[in-house]
């Protein structure tokens, strides 16, 4: 099965920063990645399918790129509401496997 | 609205099942397949499986091959969650979610059930 591998792991940082997450795959999913959000207490919510597309109602500083096996979720200008825990997922055939996450405080 | 909305908090000794269910409206029951999803406390999100609700065809993740068996009934659309010989470690919270449909092809989840928190102790 294809492993998916995020880091870092956690991270702290102001509102205001950039933040970047990584998620490598140990094979080819050519775009097959989507990235979730799931803030404390809540269900888990799709950020981004295809690699780089925005679900809607998905706010424009959350962005995603890459494909093959390496990928990236990107939030320009962290918000106060960004705290959460990040995983992405492949989805190029069973099983859809996550992420391990990573999580995202404020400082 | 589409919805996904499942059964209540259950609460088993080691050994026993527990079936829980998920049942969705707002949309084609029988155009999207569901997965289940397993969030151990603290822990990240665990895929299970997916049903197709068209046709009942079901594939498992490995670690859960012979504890799960997922179902489901056209005529409510609703989806279930069986799993068998419980264990401690299988306290958690149980999602089942509908895959995001676009032209034919699959993208994710999108729509999320509330979860379904399931306690294993003696």
């Known amino acids: 099965d294809i492993q998916m591998t995020q880091s870092p792991s956690s991270l702290s940082a102001s509102v205001g920063d950039r933040v970047t997450i990584t998620c490598r795959a140990s094979?080819?999913?050519?775009?097959?990645l989507a990235w979730y959000q799931q803030q404390p207490g809540k269900v888990p919510r799709l950020l981004i399918y295809a690699a780089s597309t925005l679900q809607s109602g998905v706010p424009s500083r959350f962005s995603g790129s890459g494909s093959g096996t390496d990928f990236t979720l990107t939030i320009t200008s962290l918000q106060p509401e960004d705290a959460a825990i990040y995983y992405c997922q492949k989805y190029n055939g069973a099983p859809w496997t996550f992420g391990q996450g990573t999580k995202v405080e404020i400082k | 609205q589409v919805q996904l909305v499942q059964s209540g908090a259950e609460g088993k000794k080691p050994g026993a099942s527990v079936k829980v269910s998920c049942k969705t409206s707002?949309?084609?029951?029988?155009?999207?397949?569901i997965h289940w999803v397993r969030q151990a406390p603290g822990q990240g999100l665990e895929w299970m499986g997916i049903i197709d609700p068209r046709g009942g065809s079901t594939t498992y993740a490995q670690n859960f091959q012979g504890t799960v068996t997922l179902t489901r009934d056209t005529s409510t659309n609703t989806v279930y969650m069986e799993l068998t010989s419980l264990k401690s470690e299988d306290t958690a919270v149980y999602y089942c979610?509908?895959?995001?449909?676009?032209?034919?092809?699959?993208?994710?989840?999108?729509?999320w059930g509330q979860g379904t928190t399931v306690s294993v102790s003696s």
């Open positions: 979610a509908r895959v995001l449909r676009l032209g034919g092809n699959y993208y994710g989840l999108d729509v």
């Open positions: 094979q080819d999913i050519t775009t097959y």
């Open positions: 707002g949309y084609s029951f029988t155009s999207y397949y």
